[in-house]
């Protein structure tokens, strides 16, 4: 699903927003109808263009792939937050320059992309050409949200916000050549945001100012890989996610 405001994205809508889901047939009726109330009313505004887009996915070609472990770091404002979020990107071996010229280009946005901007963690160069759209992440899910609510309320955690970075996270680290992803919310509500690597999903508790509508996500990619395939995986492997249980984590 994905959501404007003021007409289509491409008719120059202002991005509300989007959700991907990857589930059984008898889900359906349910989670559109989920997914139209949250279009309509969401935090950044309602929406006046919805688009969804439902398609069969052979079970033979989803890839699982095992929940990230994750980790919370307490921050006192968005600007510690982002100092930490910088350290935690340079320990997973993104350059110096690509993590500072990465971090600004999501800084300096002026409106919301729909999807996210890959960047080469050498030099911070941005890789896809999309501009203002990005590379928007999908079909994956978890295989069970029965135990991934569970296991998010032994972590404690909640909420959807969680839930949905955590699941693209696990993807977007399982992609090839993707070396690590850094992301806040442009929810104006939600500050908490992320750094994510084969290392885990560190959320910091504050990546931006509250009631701010500017965030975004930047993937950070080792240099020489194939674009085209990383985008294929990105937006068309289905992923279903697995919650590691007792004794496996
Ligand atoms: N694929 C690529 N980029 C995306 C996708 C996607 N499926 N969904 C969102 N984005 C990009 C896009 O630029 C959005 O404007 C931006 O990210 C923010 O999206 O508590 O809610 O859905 O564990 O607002 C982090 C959770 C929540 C932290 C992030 O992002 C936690 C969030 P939002
Ligand atoms: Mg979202
Ligand atoms: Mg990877
Ligand atoms: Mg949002």
Same mark, same amino acid.
């Given at each position: 699903?994905?959501?404007a405001?003021?007409?289509?994205h ?39 263009? +919805? ?15 095992r ?17 930490a ?8 071996? +993104? ?37 203002m ?54 929810d ?6 992320? +750094? ?12 931006k ?33 697995? +919650? ?6």
């Open positions: 699903m994905r959501s405001q003021g007409g289509a491409e008719m120059g809508g202002r991005h509300i927003s989007g959700a991907e889901r990857l589930v059984v047939l008898q889900r359906l009726g349910k989670i559109t109808q989920d997914m139209l109330e949250r279009a309509f009313s969401h935090t950044r505004g309602s929406a006046d263009f +919805v688009n969804i887009t439902i398609e069969a996915v052979p079970r033979e070609i989803v890839k699982p792939v929940l990230l472990p994750t980790r919370t770091v307490d921050v006192l404002d968005f600007t510690a937050g982002r100092a979020a910088k350290s935690e990107l340079l320990s997973i071996g +993104v350059s110096n320059q690509a993590v500072e010229r990465g971090m600004e280009q999501l800084v300096k946005l002026t409106d919301s992309m729909r999807g996210a901007m890959l960047v080469c963690a050498k030099t911070g160069e941005r890789l896809d050409n999309t501009g759209r990005g590379i928007r992440v999908s079909r994956m899910d978890s295989n069970d949200e029965d135990v991934l609510n569970q296991w998010m309320e032994c972590q404690g955690l909640q909420g959807i916000h969680a839930r949905e970075g955590m699941i693209l996270a696990t993807k977007v680290v399982s992609a090839p050549g993707v070396i690590a992803e850094l992301c806040w919310s442009d104006p509500e939600y500050v908490t945001g992320y +750094v994510a690597s084969v290392k885990g999903y560190i959320r910091f508790t504050k990546l100012p509250y009631g701010s509508s500017l965030g975004g996500r930047v993937f950070f990619i080792r240099e020489n890989s194939n674009v085209a395939e990383l985008c294929k995986y990105l937006e068309k492997q289905p992923v279903l996610v697995t +919650v590691p249980t007792e004794g496996e984590d």
